[in-house]
């Protein structure tokens, strides 16, 4: 299905909100670690078979990552494991950060390891940044609290934040679709999903866009460690966007002026409203 011009050309220049980012790796590393930061599932490193470019996210990075590279489209493995060799992390992420067009990066710092916090973030990418606090962690403030936890949790909770964003939700879309219908304080994330999904993250978007109402659903890529995630999330999404709202607009379902509408919602301005962003 070929996108229409002005819907495509729209979704290309959204200057997104990723309201949920990690920073990229600090410190160089072998192939090995590359492989295992293509896979999120897996805490193990991966068995000596198993080649983290032998997936879906294997294969976008070889599709949209290596052209920013100066390498050509589907590059073979080492050919772009090669070229990524010759670059520092750092220097790879001032290549890729810019490239995403986000505006705004909300990161969340709650992960362990040599990861760029939020000044790298910002001088990296160019962007503003801002830091979000996931539930787990105010789950694991209140369990360090003395006396009730429940009441410590409660009360946390409604100090640091009073909007639930669910995240991860693959492979429960359509229900995380149905809860953010039903309670005005949920909300759905599509990161993460997105760049595992690779070549399949189209239909995903497409799940997300059934029963979550249109205000509810926040675009982000969710990348931790190797900075083409924080890349490869914005690229996927506005691909996905653009063939599924073209989709509508081509079977006479939606006008294209309220697909440009729509795909603003979860692109940024969903993203600004939840998160207070001037
Ligand atoms: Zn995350």
Known sequence: MPATSALADHIAGIRLVDNHVHGYWLTPGDRKRFENGLNEANTEPLADFDSGFDTQLGFAVRAHCAPPLGLSK????????????????????????PAAGVSDWLVDTGLPGAIAGLPE??????????EIVRLE????QAAAAPGDYVEAFRRTLHERTKTIVLLHCYPYEREAGYLAQAFNNVHLDVGLSINHLGARAEAFIARTLELAPFRKILYSSDAFGPAELHYLG??????????????????????ENDAIAVADLPGRDNARRVYRLS
């Open 137 to 140: 962690q105010v789950a694991e």
């Open 74 to 97: 589907h590059v073979d493995p080492q050919g772009y494991w090669e070229r990524r060799s010759e670059l520092t992390e750092d220097q790879l992420a001032r290549v890729f950060l």
């Open 234 to 255: 914005s690229v996927l999404w506005r691909a996905g966007m653009a063939a599924v709202l073209s989709g509508f607009v081509a079977r006479g379902q939606w006008s």
């Open 121 to 130: 973030m910002a001088d990296a990418s160019g962007g503003a940044v801002g």
